[in-house]
């Protein structure tokens, strides 16, 4: 199975400012996912970013407020822009695995906007 | 509109007992189906996924049930265990060159277990 790790774990940040997750895999990967997780709710794909590529967004997910870099085959970031309260979530990074035919999620990032 | 609806939104088992988790889809493209695992503070870990061309996939004592013409499928968790307390999520997608595709996610199920 890919192992994946995100940074920050966890934040706590002021409306209005940016704050950027970085997702790392250990091993080349095609596709990654990007997915958030508001409290005690289901997960909602946000993104598909492909290495080479301008990332896919999902409807109600645009590029200006969830801006997707994928500047290589095992790194990805996502950053939350002009936060508010309502972005308060759980932010997750998947990735498929070719050799198993499954999708992998990271530990996620825990977000809390005041 | 909800592609893949999940019930149980919760549900409560003694120790040793018969955990059923059923979801529904509607989309006939989807061929690929996950039951995901989420503790607390966690991501998603993947349990167990099922594609259309079998009705049945037993992993251990997590058996995932499958009715393509009926557009179900379930999670049984035989002999469950206090440590088996956790949201579940079952999920659908369609894959597509080798990837699995967007997953479309049921809203969860909590499942506690009673020792």
């Known amino acids: 199975s890919a192992v994946i790790s995100q940074k920050p774990s966890r934040d706590i940040c002021q409306r209005g400012t940016s704050l950027t997750i970085q997702c790392q895999v250990d091993s080349q990967v095609t596709m990654m996912f990007w997915y958030r997780q508001q409290p005690g709710q289901s997960l909602t794909l946000i993104a598909t970013?492909?290495?080479?590529?301008?990332?896919?967004?999902e409807s109600g997910f645009v590029i200006d407020k969830f801006p997707i870099s994928r500047p290589n085959l095992t790194f990805s970031t996502l950053t939350v822009s002009n936060m508010s309260p309502e972005d308060s979530s759980i932010y997750l990074c998947?990735?498929?695995?070719?050799?198993?035919?499954?999708?992998?999620f990271g530990p996620g990032t825990r977000l809390l906007v005041l | 509109q909800q592609q893949v609806k999940q019930s149980p939104q919760s549900l409560i088992v003694q120790k040793g007992g018969i955990s059923i988790i059923n979801c529904a889809y509607e989309n006939t493209a989807f061929d690929y189906f996950p039951w995901y695992q989420q503790f607390p503070g966690k991501g998603p870990a993947l349990l167990i996924a099922i594609r259309p061309d079998v009705s049945e996939k037993k992993e251990g004592r997590f058996t995932i049930s499958f009715n393509k013409s009926a557009k179900q499928f379930s999670l049984h968790i035989m002999d469950s265990q206090p440590g088996d307390s956790a949201t579940y999520f079952c999920a659908a997608s369609k894959s597509h060159g080798g990837s699995q595709g967007n997953l479309i996610f049921g809203k969860g199920t909590k499942l506690s277990v009673k020792p």
């Open positions: 998947s990735v498929d695995s070719s050799l198993s035919e499954t999708q992998y």
């Open positions: 970013a492909n290495q080479g590529s301008e990332a896919t967004y």
